[in-house]
């Protein structure tokens, strides 16, 4: 079955780096755009950033924009997102989601449009 495992959270200070890393197993990596979404308490599930097949296109939220980086490694099945100058405000449980697409085009933002999701990894930043 379809596994996508994060690690990499934990405690940071504010102005901190960190790097989530999102293992895939059980479908076709090389065709699936990937994202990373979060949640933080009380509140939505919301859009962080997202990466086509190739990695040759990638989309930001505007929050995490010059700070986040999303990447991919196709060869290892792995998805990562190195975050810098982190704030309080992005404390929050992060996802890695994935959907298949026919093309390799820009990656949608959109929560509903992935079709499978990790169990999550928490971020708390400490200001």
């Known amino acids: 079955q379809v596994q996508l495992v994060e690690s990499g959270g934990g405690l940071v200070q504010a102005g901190d780096s960190l790097t989530l890393s999102c293992a895939a197993s059980?479908?076709?990596?090389?065709?699936?755009?990937m994202g990373w979404f979060r949640q933080a308490p009380g509140k939505e599930r919301e859009f962080v950033a997202a990466?086509?097949?190739?990695?040759?296109?990638?989309n930001y939220a505007d929050s995490v924009k010059g700070r986040f980086t999303i990447s991919r490694d196709n060869a290892k099945n792995t998805g990562y997102l190195q975050m810098n100058s982190l704030k309080p405000e992005d404390t929050a449980v992060y996802y890695c989601?994935?959907?298949?697409?026919?093309?390799?085009?820009?990656?949608?933002?959109?929560?509903?449009?992935?079709?499978?999701w990790g169990q999550g990894t928490q971020v708390t930043v400490s200001s």
């Open positions: 989601a994935a959907r298949y697409i026919n093309t390799d085009r820009y990656p949608s933002g959109t929560l509903r449009e992935y079709e499978y």
């Open positions: 990466i086509s097949w190739s990695g040759g296109m990638r």
């Open positions: 059980g479908l076709t990596f090389s065709r699936c755009a």
